[in-house]
């Protein structure tokens, strides 16, 4: 009666857990989580209301009961014991599995520099709330990092504080996988708000009221936001033996070399067809990953394959993407009114990746339709002309 | 009280695709089917309460543009997390090449 124990009530553990129930599993299934909020979508956190942090539950009560989904909430697995089968939890007691899923996540990095201790971190509702409530009119705050999270903070930010700075240690703005004029028009928008952006610049030292770069530089702060990325969670996975490299090592089952126990989302590393392992730290990637590993611990044969797809709002441009998108684009597709498609193609000319930046959600759906064309061999002169409807596109694909 | 409005013509949705209507402080969505029906639900996603005009349609089902939850346009049956609550639907007909919803 052991079942399937799903570690970590993030939204890949929680899609995992009704994607096995789906599938036809009859066994126990219990899903335990650090945290002792019923589970929440996170990416809401970075984009509070004039009433304050929206806290969005990924489910409810009703549903995980009509599933038979057991939830452990405020419970946190300090051991794997793969001999045995079971798992220390930190109340005390263990917890026998049959097949076991480990959706643990992955934590912010905090800053290295003296003193990083004073920057907040922004993951969890609660560090959401933290940051919102220090923030306030006469607020100062400096933001390290200029990635997605930094920037859309900034964006929120601005309207509600005195000034805000954004410390960027790389030559430019999004630098991961965001083509840069898309990135340059984001940064453009940010600074005609008042945000300062400051790129190629290191930290020396942190204290509780300023950020001291290296040239020497003090920037009076007072709120610090690392937004430096994260860290993926395995260290439970490592005292157990799994193979481990920037992520828990799964095959595109998401299996690890324990066939009894998967790894997915955020604290996985997938083995691509190429033999390397890629680590995905999107939403709709902790989604895509937890159907496949729900049904595959149900005994399915359900295999990952990207690319994911992400999207970021900040004032009024939507940006989405997914795939590859470095290097030079195959096709740009204008959509008028300030909105734009970029596709990539391989050297096969094969569809890899697209991103789009425009008002609102202009280019959702040309997105969408790219994402269903990956690895389809299409005329860049069809995808740059907009006036050809993409779905005909998609038909003749 | 619900009532037939005129909402536009047939020829103002695309075949598999979707317009935008606002009425009386509200707003819809009037899809054309593949097979030429016509269908009116909520403008809303019910998740986040995004525009669904910005969607993707295919075949009976419109895919939000924000975060990709799914709906059966005819029923508005929530296909796909993260949509949880149904849709609203309305009746929709045409008459003379008018499409007109009930609501």
Same mark, same amino acid.
């Given at each position: ?226 937004? =430096? ?6 260290? &439970?996975?490592?005292?157990?033996? &799994?193979?481990?490299?920037?992520? =828990? ?11 009894? =126990? ?69 096709? =740009? ?65 | ?103």
């Amino acid at each position: 009666m052991a079942g399937i124990v799903i570690v970590g009530a993030g939204e890949c553990g929680l899609r995992a857990a009704f994607a096995a129930r789906n599938a036809g599993y009859t066994g126990e299934i219990t899903v335990i989580g650090t945290e002792t909020a019923l589970p929440y979508e996170r990416p809401p956190l970075s984009k509070p209301d004039a009433a304050g942090v929206i806290e969005k539950p990924i489910t409810s009560k009703e549903a995980l009961s009509a599933c038979a989904i057991a939830l452990r909430s405020g419970v946190t697995v300090t051991e794997i014991d793969r001999a045995n089968r079971q798992l220390q939890l930190s109340v005390g007691s263990a917890l026998g599995y049959d097949k076991l899923l480990l959706t643990t996540g992955a934590r912010p990095r905090t800053l290295a520099c003296p003193g990083g201790e004073h920057a907040r971190v922004f993951r969890t509702i609660e560090d959401a709330r933290e940051v919102f409530r220090s923030a306030g009119a006469s607020t100062r705050v400096t933001i390290v990092g200029a990635g997605l999270i930094g920037l859309e903070l900034a964006a929120v930010l601005i309207g509600r504080c005195a000034k805000v700075t954004v410390l960027e240690a790389g030559p430019r703005p999004l630098g991961r996988n965001v083509p840069e004029p898309f990135a340059m028009r984001l940064a453009e928008r940010h600074r005609q708000r008042g945000v300062n952006i400051r790129c190629g610049v290191a930290l020396r030292v942190c204290t509780a009221f300023s950020v001291v770069l290296e040239n020497g530089q003090t920037i009076d702060t007072d709120l610090a936001v690392a937004a =430096i990325g994260v860290t993926p969670n395995i260290d &439970l996975a490592e005292a157990a033996g &799994l193979t481990t490299q920037n992520g =828990i090592c799964v095959d595109a089952g998401l299996r690890t070399e324990d066939p009894r =126990i998967f790894a997915a989302g955020d604290c996985a590393a997938v083995q691509a067809p190429d033999g390397g392992y890629r680590h995905y730290e999107t939403w709709q990637n902790a989604q895509a990953q937890g159907d496949v590993a729900g049904a595959n611990l149900a005994g399915g044969d359900a295999r990952f394959s990207g690319p994911v797809w992400f999207w970021s709002d900040q004032y009024d441009l939507g940006l989405q993407g997914f795939g590859e998108t470095e290097g030079d684009p195959a096709a =740009i597709r204008d959509l008028g009114n300030g909105a734009e498609v970029r596709f990539y193609s391989n050297d096969a000319g094969q569809l890899i990746g697209a991103a789009g930046l425009g008002p609102s959600n202009a280019v959702s759906r040309d997105i969408k339709i790219a994402q269903r064309l990956a690895g389809a061999t299409l005329d860049p002169a069809l995808l740059a002309d907009a006036n050809q409807n993409m779905k005909k596109l998609l038909r003749a694909a | 009280m619900a009532q037939w409005i005129d909402a536009c013509a047939t020829d103002d949705i695309d075949e598999e695709d979707l317009i935008r209507f606002d009425h009386d402080g509200r707003t819809f969505a009037i899809y054309r089917s593949p097979d030429d029906e016509f269908f009116c639900t909520d403008g809303l996603c019910t998740h986040e309460q995004v525009h669904l005009v910005d969607g993707l349609v295919m075949d009976y089902v419109i895919e939000c543009p924000k975060h990709n939850g799914q709906f059966d346009y005819r029923t508005g049956e929530a296909k796909r997390a993260p949509v949880c609550v149904n849709l609203a639907t309305y009746p929709a007909k045409v008459e003379n090449g008018r499409v007109l919803i009930e609501v």
